[in-house]
């Protein structure tokens, strides 16, 4: 299975623990959201690394590191946007009525299961530019040269 079918299965996972909790009587809850936890868990784990590793491929080896450190504070900016939005979405969800905390978990589990789904169409679509493409590549020889020295 390919990183987008890990994907897919992060957000079915999300999409399942949706059902779960607006269908499943009270008791069963939790150990069936505990399984949608740990599926969701381990499809991210198996998307993460693999993204990561082909995001890093096309940094120049000299530049490795800084752009470890940017791929790093774009996921930590991402996370805490996402994980704000998603809190917001069940604390609002679960002010109004009795059963609406089961409502605002399967409204953020639908939400989050809708950025893998809209993740899909772009992986699909980066998939098909060559690995060189985009690449800014410098002068002949320019890589060879210390910083001030000049040619």
């Known amino acids: 299975m390919d990183r987008r079918g890990y994907s897919l299965a992060f957000g079915l996972a999300l999409l399942g623990g949706a059902l779960a909790a607006v269908t499943l009587p009270l008791a069963a809850l939790p150990l069936v959201l505990a399984a949608v936890q740990v599926a969701s868990g381990a499809a991210a784990g198996l998307t993460v690394s693999p993204n990561q590793a082909r995001v890093l491929q096309h940094a120049p080896a000299e530049a ?88």
């Not at 504070?73 to 996370?79: E, P």
């Not at 893998?116 to 679509?125: E, H, I």
């Not at 060879?144 to 000049?150: A, F, K, L």
């Open 64 to 151: 490795a590191g800084v752009a470890g450190g940017i791929l790093q504070m774009i996921q930590r900016i991402a996370a805490a946007v996402c994980l704000s939005a998603v809190s917001g979405i069940c604390l609002r969800g679960s002010a109004d009525a009795e059963g609406a905390p089961r409502t605002a978990f399967a409204l953020a589990s639908v939400v989050c299961a809708g950025l893998p789904a809209a993740a899909l169409p772009v992986s699909a679509a980066l998939q098909r530019v060559p690995s060189g493409a985009g690449r800014v590549r410098g002068r002949a020889g320019a890589a060879d040269r210390t910083p001030g020295e000049e040619s």
